[in-house]
């Protein structure tokens, strides 16, 4: 667990850095980023119940899924946070593109503040499970 709690951090400064020092950009990335401190907290939580996760995001999806397998007991409102991220970002890396940047832009930033409430809500959720990088030095 302790990787996947070093990860976390590790990609929680970079979001904080990105998120501070270009408040109006990059959105994209932001969510991107987002999404990967997620699956983070998922894989050590993972870790904490002793579940091997697949690689594959795919896999992942059919693993934890309350409709499906749900191998981590995540409630729905978890799960549906994850899946919020997930799809963002997806979102953010393969589609969504337009020959007007402004517009792009202008969505990527709407999808980003939404990224912010999941992520905001998912950690909190992933804290209640005992996974909370501040009290692991």
């Not at 270009?22 to 990967?36: E, G, L, Q, V």
């Not at 999806?61 to 007991?73: A, F, H, M, T, Y």
């Not at 970002?89 to 202008?106: E, I, L, Q, W």
Request: net charge positive; charged share 25%.
């Amino acid at each position: 667990m302790d990787f996947f709690i070093t990860q976390i951090k590790h990609n929680e400064h970079f979001y904080d850095c990105v998120c501070v020092n270009y408040p109006d950009n990059f959105f994209d990335w932001k969510i991107t980023i987002a999404f990967y401190i997620a699956v983070h907290y998922l894989k050590a939580l993972a870790t904490k119940q002793g579940v091997v996760l697949s690689s594959s995001h795919f896999d992942v999806e059919k693993q934890v899924n309350p409709d499906k397998r749900n191998e981590l007991g995540l409630i729905r409102h978890a799960w549906d946070w994850y899946y919020n991220l997930y799809l963002a970002s997806r979102s953010a890396r393969y589609s969504g593109f337009t020959s007007d940047h402004k517009t792009y832009m202008a969505t990527k930033e709407a999808d980003f503040r939404h990224c912010e409430k999941c992520l905001r809500k998912f950690k909190n959720y992933m804290k209640s499970k005992g996974i909370d990088p501040a009290s692991n030095p």
